[in-house]
């Protein structure tokens, strides 16, 4: 009977060797498949990112027109037109505030905020007009072209302030694009109100051929 005992032991001590090593070939076999995946991924990314640094230094176009010629970037742009950016906005700078002490209110908050024009223009109208505080704006932007209505835009800067805005845009497409970057915003008092108007601005009245350009970056020019 003690035989037998020992026997069955043994035995067991054997399998759980045999298991044993068998999980640690496997796990050392997955550890060597997975340094090979990511040195071949971190290799293919520094090539890649040597391969765009030379065509900043040889290419004599803007940054966005270099990196316009990389259909991966083109894929993220469209994806941020199509309310991808808003959301980023909404969920990032949007959210923070800063607290500030007041006399008469007690703690008031404040919002930062990001210029999404082209080169600043946002910022340059809007310190331009507060240097004349004595004339009394009216507190309305007039964009012809205004395309999806945040990417370059220079009126959704305006229109998260609270200011009315007429947006021109030929292109049904950017103009929805533009209502949907939009939502929440047109709405903030009930002096606020937003038209988007489907037209071409030009010196007569009447209809024109609209040569569209599939591309979305030669829209931003």
Same mark, same amino acid.
């Given at each position: 009977?003690?035989? +037998? ?18 999980? %640690?070939?496997?796990?050392? *076999? ?6 090979? +995946? ?24 803007? %940054? %966005? ?13 469209? !994806?941020?037109?199509?309310? $991808? +950016? ?12 800063? #607290?500030?002490?007041? #006399? ?8 930062? $905020? +990001? ?19 004595? #004339? ?8 012809? $072209? ?15 302030? $609270?200011?009315?805005? %007429? ?20 709405? !903030?008092?009930?002096? !606020?109100?937003?038209?988007? *108007? ?9 209809? #024109? ?13």
């Amino acid at each position: 009977m003690a035989t +037998f005992k020992m026997w069955r032991h043994s035995k067991y001590i054997r399998s759980c060797k045999y298991i044993i090593r068998g999980c %640690i070939i496997i796990t050392i *076999v997955c550890v060597i498949i997975e340094l090979l +995946f990511i040195n071949t991924l971190i290799l293919f990314s520094l090539m890649q990112v040597k391969h765009l640094i030379n065509d900043f230094s040889s290419s004599h176009l803007s %940054i %966005i027109a270099t990196l316009a010629r990389y259909n991966s970037f083109r894929h993220i742009v469209a !994806q941020g037109k199509d309310e $991808g +950016f808003k959301y980023l906005i909404d969920n990032t700078i949007a959210r923070i505030y800063m #607290e500030h002490e007041s #006399e008469n209110c007690g703690k008031t908050i404040s919002r930062l $905020g +990001f210029d999404v024009s082209s080169a600043g223009e946002f910022l340059f109208i809007l310190e331009q007009m507060q240097r004349q505080k004595a #004339e009394p704006w009216k507190k309305l932007v007039v964009e012809i $072209g205004a395309n999806d209505g945040l990417l370059s835009s220079n009126s959704y800067n305006f229109i998260q302030m $609270g200011w009315s805005a %007429i947006l021109v845009e030929p292109q049904r497409d950017q103009l929805d694009l533009a209502k949907k970057n939009h939502d929440g915003l047109t709405n !903030q008092h009930q002096d !606020q109100s937003v038209h988007y *108007v489907h037209a071409v601005i030009s010196d007569h009245d009447g209809q #024109e051929k609209l040569h569209v350009s599939a591309d979305l970056f030669s829209m931003q020019s």
